[in-house]
């Protein structure tokens, strides 16, 4: 299978700060409305945190991960849940007929893939007619960012526009959780986070920087099995330009329409 993606995934139970919980509930609240009556595929899903929160309104979850024991945990929390299919899968080789979905979905997971184009290429190729393609993920241009141990490339906002303009005809980017720091406490631990980047003091695991951030933001929240409505506040992310890169948002995201 190659390498294992289950260090570097959030799962249940996992300790997480309050920012942490909100960026996980956004994703999916983000989604929520395209996914409104869709057949509706998540591509890289993880643990499945966010599979029964948007099969409350799609009309099928379709799900998916490479790594067979991170699917595990999604597999036993929807087990006998009609409206919600797991399946181990290859995003570069999504294993679906032609124009079988009417939204994919995929995040925090592109920069772990050897040729997102062909990934790209194939949510194209699944989408139906009206399709939506959306991409989430840390944008690399944020000052604090922090690359994953086993990523391979992560993309700017003008080459994420190009690259997803070469296949969809509308693309628009998006920007959420802005990236200044607002008190005294924000800039201190800021400015250790990005020394930390930089001499690679910070774990390779989710586990090991649990402790890291128990030292500098207190007590953890424990991850949720599933999503529910409302567990964080939620602010719509802000259309960004896309011919140049973005430094005001940690997180960026993608709505590549067919």
């Known amino acids: 299978m190659g390498a294992s993606y289950i260090h570097v995934t959030e799962f249940p139970r996992n300790g ?5 919980i909100a960026r996980l509930y956004h994703r999916y609240r983000f989604a929520f409305e395209f996914c409104k009556g869709k057949d ?14 948007l099969a409350k309104v799609a009309k099928k979850v379709v799900a998916g991960d490479i790594d067979e024991k991170i699917l595990e945990t999604a597999m036993n929390t929807y087990y006998g849940q009609a409206d ?17 979905f009417d ?9 772990y893939l050897p040729k997102a184009e062909e990934f790209i290429s194939e949510a194209h190729r ?16 944020w000052s604090d960012f922090n690359p994953s141990p086993l990523s391979t490339k992560y993309f700017s906002v003008p080459e994420l526009y190009q690259l997803l303009s070469q ?6 980017m998006y920007g959420a959780f802005p ?3 607002n008190t005294l406490k924000d800039k201190v631990i800021s400015l250790i986070r990005r020394t930390a980047v930089t001499f690679h003091l910070i774990p390779k695991t989710m586990k090991g920087k649990e402790f890291f951030k128990r030292i500098f933001y207190g007590k953890l929240i424990p991850i949720p099995t599933q999503i529910t409505n409302g567990m964080a506040e939620y602010l719509p992310p802000i259309v960004i330009p896309v011919d140049s890169p973005n430094y005001q948002y940690k997180i960026l995201y993608a709505v590549a329409r067919k």
Request: aromatic letters at 8%.
């Open 103 to 111: 939204v994919v979905l995929l995040y925090e997971a592109i920069y």
């Open 16 to 20: 997480a700060t309050k920012e942490q």
């Open 179 to 181: 990236a200044s720091a």
């Open 40 to 53: 509706v595929l998540e591509v890289a899903c993880g643990a499945g945190i966010g599979l029964g929160y």
């Open 167 to 172: 296949r969809f005809s509308t693309v628009e």
């Open 84 to 100: 919600i299919e797991i399946y181990k899968l290859d995003a570069q080789n999504l294993p679906f007929k032609d124009c079988s």
């Open 126 to 141: 699944v989408l139906r007619g009206n399709g939506v393609l959306i991409i989430g993920m840390v944008n690399k241009d």
